[in-house]
């Protein structure tokens, strides 16, 4: 009797030893399948090399924030208080249209939101897209273009702005 017992119970560890196993693989193929997204809206160019280098070191898809009405020079021109950017910059609450959704948005579970800095912030484009996306459960992560400003700015003004999402990393890309 004692060696039925003693046979039992180590058949009784032994599955133990293979369910945990068998769990941590679970585990790690579920953190294998997570995928990131890298979605930009680059007004010259810059901010899409950025985000292709980005993508390409994350092994991350691509996606562009593009407005529904693409920028002219004559629209980016800050030193111009009546172009196209210096309006929707001024006014805070300016949603600028954009072509389409990322329709796949729910496949990721992190999200880099890229842009070049415009007045010490994330263009208001940029409103319009995490306002069109349900990024709920995701982490989001900045990335930013600049010519003379950091990203954290644009990064706590984003937090500030949608609290409701968790926030992760910023970086200041060239």
Excluded at 48 to 75: C, F, N, S, W
């Amino acid at each position: 009797m004692k060696r039925i017992t003693l046979i039992l119970a180590a058949c009784c560890m032994m599955l133990t030893a293979c369910a945990q196993k068998s769990n941590d693989q679970t585990n790690k193929q579920s953190n294998n399948m997570k995928k990131t997204l890298v979605a930009y809206f680059s007004a010259t160019g810059t901010t899409r090399a950025a985000a292709q280098k980005l993508a390409k070191e994350l092994g991350a898809d691509i996606y562009e924030i593009a407005p529904e009405v693409a920028y002219t020079a004559a629209d980016l021109d800050w030193r111009d208080k009546g172009s196209r950017s210096t309006l929707e910059m001024r006014d805070r609450s300016s949603r600028p249209a954009i072509k389409g959704r990322c329709e796949n948005i729910a496949d990721y579970d992190t999200v880099w939101i890229g842009f070049p800095v415009l007045w010490y912030t994330a263009p208001t484009i940029v409103n319009t897209f995490i306002e069109a996306h349900d990024l709920s459960g995701k982490v989001l992560n900045v990335f930013a273009t600049s010519g003379g400003s950091g990203v954290e700015g644009s990064a706590n003004d984003l937090k500030k702005a949608y609290p409701q999402y968790k926030w992760g990393e910023n970086r200041l890309m060239n």
